[in-house]
């Protein structure tokens, strides 16, 4: 069973940065894509960005391209998600999920972790 924690998250004013992390255990790390999602109050959950297993196809929602960046460090079972310029409407709880290969979605997900973006 393959268990995600994130953290790093926390309140950043408008234009700061911040780094969340994924810390992964119970399954064979390196083989997954994992990727971030937010979910904003009221609204569904949204895809934010992803980076396959090989860690040479990164994909990102175009409201974050340009200012975020994912990395990972197959070593750490550990995928971060560099958060820069940001902005209020980033405001949102942070998930971490993962894919196994060949899968159409994400099985497994994070307990997620806050943002907040004060202007």
């Known amino acids: 069973q393959v268990q995600l924690v994130e953290s790093g998250g926390g309140l950043v004013q408008a234009g700061g940065s911040l780094r969340l992390s994924c810390t992964a255990s119970?399954?064979?790390?390196?083989?997954?894509?994992m990727g971030w999602f937010r979910q904003a109050p009221g609204k569904g959950r949204e895809f934010v960005a992803s980076?396959?297993?090989?860690?040479?196809?990164?994909d990102y929602t175009d409201r974050v391209k340009g200012r975020f960046i994912i990395s990972r460090d197959n070593a750490k079972n550990t995928v971060y998600l560099q958060m820069n310029s940001l902005k209020p409407e980033d405001t949102a709880v942070y998930y971490c999920?993962?894919?196994?290969?060949?899968?159409?979605?994400?099985?497994?997900w994070g307990q997620g972790t806050q943002v907040t973006v004060s202007s």
């Open positions: 119970g399954g064979t790390f390196s083989t997954y894509t």
């Open positions: 980076l396959a297993w090989t860690s040479t196809s990164a």
């Open positions: 999920a993962a894919k196994r290969k060949a899968s159409i979605s994400y099985g497994y």
